[in-house]
């Protein structure tokens, strides 16, 4: 079964980081992306960062370039997202979620299968 986890949210002031991870198991896939998602309240959620474990390649959502890093390790099967500098609007639960079968990023909400719970990320001004 497959399972994601995310852990590091918490409360920070605007200009703050904070880093999250995802620890995924019961992987027997080969190919597959894991994408970082978020939701605010009242808002939909949306895509933030993506990684193909294939080939490394990444994808970021404009809102987040430049003060976002996700990151992987094949070893620990955990995914990382470094968010720095971050603002108020960054607030909102966070979710991982892992693409099976691809070796592309991308950051389409409805092609990942498996979810993790999420975990709060919550930037005061």
């Known amino acids: 079964e497959v399972q994601l986890v995310e852990s590091g949210g918490g409360l920070v002031q605007a200009g703050g980081s904070l880093r999250l991870s995802c620890a995924a198991s019961?992987?027997?896939?080969?190919?597959?992306?894991i994408g970082w998602f978020r939701q605010a309240p009242g808002k939909e959620r949306e895509g933030v960062a993506c990684?193909?474990?294939?080939?490394?390649?990444?994808y970021y959502a404009d809102s987040v370039k430049g003060r976002f890093t996700i990151s992987s390790d094949n070893a620990k099967n955990t995914v990382y997202l470094q968010m720095n500098n971050l603002k108020p609007e960054d607030t909102a639960a966070y979710y991982c979620?892992?693409?099976?079968?691809?070796?592309?990023?991308?950051?389409?909400?409805?092609?990942?299968?498996?979810w993790g719970q999420g975990t709060q990320v919550t930037v005061s001004s």
């Open positions: 019961g992987f027997t896939f080969d190919d597959y992306a």
């Open positions: 990684i193909s474990n294939s080939y490394g390649t990444t």
């Open positions: 979620a892992a693409q099976v079968g691809t070796h592309i990023a991308t950051i389409i909400e409805q092609l990942y299968q498996y």
